[in-house]
């Protein structure tokens, strides 16, 4: 069957399927290998590697962005099926949302086994019919455009509560004093603390919502719904309000939301300790809990690694950096020596010694222990730059001032 294109259908009862199976089984040069009961079941039989397409109703119950990224991660080319006549309006459309380039009509199933068995071009719609919306292409480029939105900064580091949150939660309200458009998003996977800190008190989860948003194709159209707007230049995409529910946010939702928010502005975003890479995830449709933190660093211009400085907390700083070695290539990463005190001891020089051992870095920023600061901003529900001049806000606005200095 090496000529031959093997074919993974899913109908979901819809009244084309009959024909479907009809002109595919006439077709010398395809073998449909399964008839699957849902999208689910087709995901689950797109990680055996056999099938090269995968027939499938536009309104199939959890058809998705990440579902569609999966069948492309297995090799199988995705074909939809949409409503045709003269009703047909936006099948096409959201079939392009969410990364679908050919699509046939139910009145036009001749053309499906021609649709299965070419390979992918970027071309999107086979014999689209007369007076129909024009095709469209593939998704653009990731990346900002030259000279127009911002850049993604990632807070990261190792376990220990070394204070991810609060610096991610300053940063950004540092960038944003300076009448930068700012967009704070909490994608920690193990439960998001950006809104409690802040006193937000939001029964809807920004980042669940994107996450939906994502799946159906409009989060583009539906961007600003998802935020939740601080003051004029800075709003919060709130976490999760559960750890448990990280299996909400397919693989590459986050990354989307990612790449639509530096567009509009400078992205600080908050994630999770742990960069483990979850085995079993390669073997069903869900990815492993620490995706988001993955992904995130992934879509970064600039990872910013935050550790404490205790000895606990720079032994741990020191194995994370060998750890995000492999994950941030070339990347410029910074890294943040919290709560920083002299009754430990140590001065900036010799902890530099400790931590540039361990890797090269960008930059070594060093952040006092204000606590005075922080449980003012904590119990005020507010950021650092609200409560007034600190020593913490101070060294806050020296390291936004190199990660997003202000244009001449």
């Keep these: 069957m090496a000529d031959r294109s093997l074919v993974l259908i899913v109908a979901s009862g819809a009244a084309w399927e009959t024909g479907a199976l009809r002109v595919l089984g006439e077709h010398p040069g395809v073998v449909v290998l399964k008839r699957c009961v849902d999208v689910d079941d087709l995901l689950a039989a797109a990680t055996a590697g056999q099938a090269d397409a995968a027939v499938l109703g536009i309104d199939a119950p959890g058809l998705d962005r990440a579902a569609v990224d999966h069948l492309r991660k297995h090799g199988i080319r995705p074909v939809a099926i949409a409503a045709g006549g003269p009703t047909l309006d936006g099948g096409r459309l959201r079939a392009a949302r969410i990364g679908i380039h050919r699509v046939v ?57 070394p204070g991810r949150t609060t610096v991610a939660i300053g940063l950004a309200a540092e960038i944003a004093h300076r009448q930068r458009r700012t967009i704070l998003v909490d994608a920690d996977p193990y439960g998001g603390a950006v809104a409690q800190q802040l006193g937000i008190l939001d029964e809807v989860s920004g980042l669940l919502a994107a996450a939906r948003l994502a799946g159906s194709g409009q989060l583009a159209d539906r961007l600003s719904s998802v935020q939740r707007g601080l003051d004029r230049h800075l709003s919060v995409v709130t976490g999760l309000p559960r750890g448990d529910r990280w299996v909400e946010v397919r693989a590459g939702a986050l990354e989307h939301l990612l790449e639509l928010a530096r567009e509009q502005g400078e992205v600080v975003v908050d994630t999770g300790f742990c960069v483990e890479d979850d085995p079993g995830s390669d073997y069903g449709s869900r990815p492993g809990r620490n995706h988001l933190t993955l992904e995130a660093l992934e879509v970064a211009d600039e990872v910013l690694v935050v550790g404490s400085a205790d000895p606990v907390g720079l032994s741990r700083l020191g194995r994370a950096l060998v750890e995000l070695r492999e994950l941030t290539g070339a990347r410029p990463v910074h ?64 390291l936004a001032d190199v990660l997003a200095p202000i244009p001449a």
């Design 105 to 161: 009509t139910d009145d036009d199933l001749e053309a499906l086994p021609e649709a299965v068995t070419t390979p992918e071009t970027p071309a999107t719609v086979v014999r689209p019919l007369p007076d129909g919306p024009p095709p469209v292409g593939p998704p653009p480029e990731h990346g900002p455009v030259a000279g127009q939105g911002g850049r993604v900064t990632v807070v990261w580091g190792p376990a220990g509560a």
């Design 335 to 398: 890294v943040v020596v919290n709560r920083m005190r002299p009754t430990l001891g140590w001065s900036e020089r010799d902890i530099a010694g400790m931590v540039t051992g361990f890797a090269r870095v960008a930059g070594l920023h060093f952040l006092p222990d204000d606590q005075p600061a922080v449980d003012r901003a904590l119990v005020a529900g507010r950021t650092l730059v609200e409560v007034g001049e600190t020593p913490l806000g101070r060294a806050l606005g020296r």
